[in-house]
């Protein structure tokens, strides 16, 4: 492959008209006024306490542990997932939820391979991180030609990333971490598989905002001791 068939993360910013956002962007989780929490709630009675609910959702989102988070998705969540993964022809998809101290990214949940599972990567380095951090997605290929991707996962399990879709992944009101979908080689003078699209992208985007339901669903039945 001699290009980028997929917009890079700064093509991306350039035709939404926003500038790159870098690793200067401030490192915390900020409350997106225009998500609303409580669409899952339609009772009258519970209209009055939405704020207190939304205020015990996200402290329930900030306390969630990668043990916790393959529970809340449960078998509707992994097989979204799955479908996803093999739509694009992706070799791994991976959910990457930022640790209580917000200085890691750590993997909760990877297809096919549950052994990714337990990684984590400091936010100080790479394209995933670089996504949580500004919130922005990315879509590129020939991702190995890129100063700011980590080698590391690369390195450890013997593996060229070819091409990566990373989009923020928010529940509770904030960013709560990113997910990803990677193509792999085993060989670098391997040829490139086909690499990811905009299309695709879109479709990880739409995975987000349903894992994102999911998860606050799951959350909100817990808070309000919902049987369900």
């Not at 939304?54 to 393959?70: H, Q, T, V």
């Not at 997932?81 to 909760?108: G, P, Q, Y």
């Not at 990880?204 to 999911?214: A, G, P």
């Amino acid at each position: 492959m001699t290009g980028k068939i997929a917009p890079s993360s700064q093509n991306l910013n350039r035709i939404a008209g926003r500038p790159s956002i870098g690793y200067a962007s401030a490192r915390r989780k900020r409350a997106n006024p225009n998500r609303t929490l409580i669409v899952i709630t339609p009772d009258p009675h519970l209209s009055e306490h939405a704020p207190a609910i939304e205020k015990a959702l996200a402290r329930a989102a900030s306390a969630i542990s990668p043990e916790d988070f393959r529970s809340l998705i449960g078998d509707p969540g992994q097989t979204t997932l799955r479908m996803v993964m093999e739509s694009l022809a992706a070799d791994s998809i991976s959910v990457w939820i930022a640790d209580v101290e917000e200085k890691n990214l750590v993997v909760t949940h990877s297809e096919p391979d549950p052994a990714f599972v337990g990684w984590s990567q400091p936010l100080t380095e790479g394209l995933t991180s670089l996504v949580y951090v500004s919130e922005q997605p990315l879509c590129e290929n020939q991702v190995y030609l890129n100063a700011r991707h980590s080698k590391r996962v690369d390195e450890a399990m013997n593996q060229v990333t070819t091409a990566l879709i990373a989009v923020p992944f928010y529940f509770g009101g904030k960013v709560q971490g990113v997910i990803s979908c990677v193509q792999l080689k085993a060989d670098p003078g391997a040829p490139d598989p086909g690499g990811f699209t905009a299309r695709g992208l879109n479709r990880v985007r739409r995975l987000s905002t349903v894992l994102e339901r999911l998860v606050n669903y799951r959350l909100l039945t817990r808070i309000l001791n919902l049987e369900i």
